[in-house]
């Protein structure tokens, strides 16, 4: 006779898989990056609120006097776009009277909602000296409620970003949204999410544990690491989770930098066309209309 198991309401986080990238394709002239969803994995709503994650892989630009390299005007509405640098130094400017400079360490998290216009580029020192860039662009989609919020703008240096020190001397854990061993993040988000920067050094260790429910998802931006005992993972592999289980204890064999993503789920109707992401069709013909009748604002260029 055997007795029932007790459901382990802390078993380990199952993985759907381990994903790669598409080769990469460049945005505008100046960035360099592969697709990882949606269109190199088509994930669904199984990475929400993530909507799209475009990496930029360590590239070293040649140096130009040219001085906007990179996406000339253009409009989003419906989410955020955030944009984190690891090196390199990007610009922005947008139709609110927003601008900013993102070097390494910092991160920009702009809330497009209801309507911007804006251009990102190198930064023209930068562009002058080129070499190394690495970063990359995640937008991160807004439910029904916020889509047409007004615009907001969050630029968040290195500095501001909160450090957990990982124990037994493995690295630490920079809190650019949500929460990380009771550590709140420097981003304010509009539905429960976090992003977290991670540096393992050869032989540490680190865990996490998210509700079941939440999505999660785990990117190797450079190393070697084995999760949950026996899920290798390496640099540019992407990491998805399946919603059972919560603890993810990720073990790392050489130096190795990560980015891990979790949030709720917005369980709304994704609609894209380009750089809108709406609830419905209807929207997406609106939003066409308003860009075109100029309600997106202006950009001096
Ligand atoms: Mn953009």
Redesign the pocket.
């Known amino acids: 006779m055997t007795t029932a198991t007790p459901i382990d309401t802390r078993a380990e986080r199952q993985i759907a898989g381990v994903f790669r990238g598409p080769g990469f394709h460049w945005v505008g002239d100046g960035f360099r990056v592969s697709n990882y969803f949606p269109s190199g994995n088509n994930f669904g709503h199984r990475i929400s609120p993530f909507f799209l994650f475009d990496y930029h892989a360590p590239y070293s630009h040649a140096p130009t006097d040219q001085p906007d390299r990179g ?1 000339g005007s ?1 409009p ?1 509405r419906g989410f955020e ?1 955030v944009t984190l640098a690891w090196e390199g130094s990007v610009a922005h400017h947008d139709s609110t009277g927003n601008s900013g400079v993102i070097g390494p360490g910092d991160v920009q998290w702009m809330t497009a909602a209801s309507g911007i216009l ?1 251009k ?1 580029y190198h930064e023209a020192e930068y562009a002058r000296r080129g070499g190394p860039m690495h970063m990359a662009q995640i937008w991160v989609n807004l439910p029904k409620a916020h889509k047409m919020a007004a615009p907001g703008y969050q630029g968040i240096v290195d500095a501001d970003i909160p450090r957990v020190a990982l124990a037994g001397d493995s690295g630490y854990v920079r809190v650019i949204a949500g929460e990380y061993a009771g550590v709140k993040g420097a981003a304010r988000t509009f539905t429960k999410l976090s992003m977290l920067d991670i540096q393992l050094k050869a032989n540490g260790r680190a865990e996490f544990a998210f509700p079941a429910h939440e999505n999660a998802g785990l990117m190797v931006l450079n190393g070697h690491v084995t999760i949950n005992g026996h899920t290798v993972a390496k640099t540019h592999d992407f990491v998805l989770f399946e919603n059972a289980g919560e603890q993810i204890v990720v073990e790392a064999s050489e130096d190795s930098h990560l980015l891990m993503l979790n949030g709720e789920p917005i369980n709304e109707p994704v609609v894209q066309y380009g ?1 809108f992401v709406m609830n419905t069709e209807q929207e997406i013909r609106q939003a066409i209309l308003d860009f075109n009748a100029g309600k997106f604002g202006h950009m001096e260029d």
């Open positions: 996406v253009h989003h776009t804006h990102e750089p």
